[in-house]
């Protein structure tokens, strides 16, 4: 068994050529099976890199927004080891998942899936008064992962689009430019890959990457995206578990199972340590 797409067909070209290996739980059914988070995961590529794993025979927790979501991510994945509740738009939501998740942890590995798109017409003020992408995009994954319990992995969810991003720490929350949704996307996309690159330097027993899941027609991406669904779930999940030579590394930037195309600024580490001290003054809670 692989972790192959549900779905998909084995003899889709693109599929074949970015798959590169099986997961850890394949090998060696009877004597590993990892436990995941998966932020996010009620539907679309969270959902589908849940599927995966569980089809693996991974152990997965879901994580939804409120008991209606996970209530269907429940119907959706009933093999599921259960769901995780709390907003990730507030700072009390998302303590309220870091709280949820150490109780029924430890995990082996947490992937941060949630996220807000580039979609947004104006500029969207949470419940504690910072930017709505800001908020999901950055400032959650990083209270999550100063918060739960540290897991052996963790893969954060990026995008191709972090290439324009602008890491302006001096206006996170776009109080002083006219806003643009798409750019105010580009920049959280960027400052996520960042906040992997800095884990994995402070953390060098963890294996912390940030993934591009592909422009794939999911809610978030529309109907017209070109990238192949059945592949948009594959790297992340991949990254969670595997034994592959090619998993097992820290700090890159990957794109459909391959690792490069990374920003210049992903690795600059004063960026770094600006942001983890952003986060933190912003959060109240410090990265260690």
Same mark, same amino acid.
């Given at each position: 068994?692989?972790?192959w797409?549900?779905?998909?067909?084995?003899?889709?070209d693109?599929?074949?050529?970015?798959?590169?290996?099986?997961?850890?739980?394949?090998?060696?059914?009877?004597?590993?099976?990892?436990?995941?988070?998966?932020?996010?995961?009620?539907?679309?590529?969270?959902?589908?890199?849940?599927?995966?794993?569980?089809?693996?025979?991974?152990?997965?927790?879901?994580?939804?927004?409120?008991?209606?979501?996970?209530?269907?991510?429940?119907?959706?994945?009933p093999?599921?080891?259960?769901?995780v509740?709390?907003?990730?738009?507030?700072?009390?939501?998302?303590?309220?998942?870091?709280?949820?998740?150490?109780? %029924?942890?430890?995990?082996?590995?947490?992937?941060?899936?949630?996220? #807000?798109?580039?979609?947004?017409?104006?500029r969207?003020?949470?419940?504690?008064?910072?930017?709505?992408?800001?908020?999901?995009?950055?400032?959650a994954?990083?209270?999550?992962?100063?918060? #739960?319990?540290?897991?052996?992995?963790l893969?954060?969810?990026?995008?191709?689009?972090?290439?324009?991003?602008?890491?302006?720490?001096?206006?996170?929350?776009?109080?002083?430019?006219?806003?643009?949704g798409?750019?105010?996307?580009?920049?959280?996309?960027?400052?996520?890959?960042?906040?992997?690159?800095?884990?994995?330097?402070?953390?060098?027993?963890?294996?912390?990457?940030?993934?591009?899941?592909?422009?794939?027609?999911?809610?978030?991406?529309?109907?017209?995206?070109?990238?192949?669904?059945?592949?948009?779930?594959?790297?992340?999940?991949?990254?969670?578990?595997?034994?592959?030579?090619?998993?097992?590394?820290?700090?890159?930037?990957?794109?459909?199972?391959?690792?490069?195309?990374?920003?210049?600024?992903?690795?600059?580490?004063?960026?770094?340590?600006?942001?983890?001290?952003?986060?933190s003054? %912003?959060?109240?809670?410090?990265?260690?």
């Amino acid at each position: 068994m692989s972790l192959w797409p549900r779905g998909s067909r084995r003899d889709n070209d693109s599929a074949s050529a970015l798959f590169k290996g099986h997961s850890r739980a394949a090998r060696h059914e009877r004597d590993f099976m990892a436990r995941i988070l998966i932020t996010g995961s009620t539907d679309g590529l969270g959902l589908m890199a849940a599927q995966l794993l569980a089809s693996e025979r991974h152990e997965v927790v879901l994580h939804a927004r409120n008991q209606s979501r996970a209530a269907d991510a429940l119907r959706s994945l009933p093999e599921a080891a259960g769901v995780v509740v709390g907003d990730l738009v507030t700072m009390a939501g998302t303590a309220k998942v870091a709280e949820a998740a150490n109780a %029924i942890g430890p995990f082996d590995a947490v992937i941060h899936n949630a996220a #807000v798109g580039p979609g947004e017409p104006r500029r969207i003020v949470t419940a504690d008064g910072l930017s709505h992408v800001f908020a999901v995009n950055v400032l959650a994954p990083y209270l999550l992962t100063a918060l #739960v319990a540290i897991p052996s992995r963790l893969v954060y969810l990026s995008s191709g689009m972090y290439q324009d991003g602008d890491p302006r720490l001096d206006d996170l929350q776009w109080e002083h430019r006219r806003w643009n949704g798409s750019q105010a996307y580009a920049d959280s996309k960027l400052l996520v890959a960042v906040l992997a690159a800095a884990v994995a330097r402070h953390r060098p027993a963890v294996l912390s990457n940030a993934v591009d899941p592909g422009w794939v027609p999911t809610k978030m991406g529309g109907p017209g995206a070109p990238d192949d669904l059945s592949l948009g779930a594959v790297t992340q999940a991949w990254l969670a578990v595997s034994d592959d030579k090619e998993a097992i590394v820290s700090g890159r930037f990957f794109f459909h199972q391959r690792a490069g195309g990374e920003h210049p600024l992903m690795h600059d580490e004063r960026l770094q340590e600006d942001l983890l001290a952003a986060c933190s003054e %912003i959060g109240g809670i410090s990265f260690s």
